[in-house]
């Protein structure tokens, strides 16, 4: 149990469109859900954290006019890129936990590239 | 100083050896502690998590917590080339349901 997955693994756009990806908890509802970002060879950054029906809680430095996550149900979480840049070119990555502990299982990750 | 100190390695064993992964960390806040690894281009996986000090087993591998000295500890038994990855610890607690991410280790397990 516990599985999360993302949609799509790998987008490339070009640079001013926007992209949406999709995190679902696969057999589990997932009170919350955490959008992190990575770069190569370095560690998670939280972006932000969002409990379904609420919006998202952004972590400082983080744009929330950029960076639009809606968690609309206890299934699904959407993290939209807005005007994208080739500084948005990242890997990002969804994680959900349940009512009932701290554990965030992740899901496999969204390469963007932005040209 | 940053919250969680983990030693970035690379850390290169033979295949069979014990592997010791450690992390530091300053908030006596931290109230639950995760591990996951970490393959290149995917998502962490959750490998172990505990919430207190002491030993939890799981398999090969060993989670250890020592809230007085503020340490945390992976041990994996004959270690295995698949098991060749980078290993993220994670404390949490300190505010609802985040955790704060080490910079991981990059662990190699050479047959």
Redo the contacts between chains.
Sequence with gaps: G?V?S?HPSWVICKSGTSVKIECRSLDFQAT?M?WYRQFPK???M?MA?SNEGSKATYEQGVEKDKFLINHASLTLSTLTVTSAHPEDSS?Y?C?A?RATG????????T?LTVT | QKEVEQDPGPLSVPEGAIVSLNCTYSNSAFQYFMWYRQYSRKGPELLMYTYSSGNKEDGRFTAQVDKSSKYISLFIRDSQPSDSATYLCAPGGTSYGKLTFGQGTILTVHP
């Excluded at chain 1, 701290?102 to 990750?109: A, H, L, R, V």
């Design positions: 516990a999360v993302q919350t955490f370095q560690s998670l939280l954290t890997f990555i994680s936990s701290y554990e965030q299982y992740f899901g496999p990750g390469r």
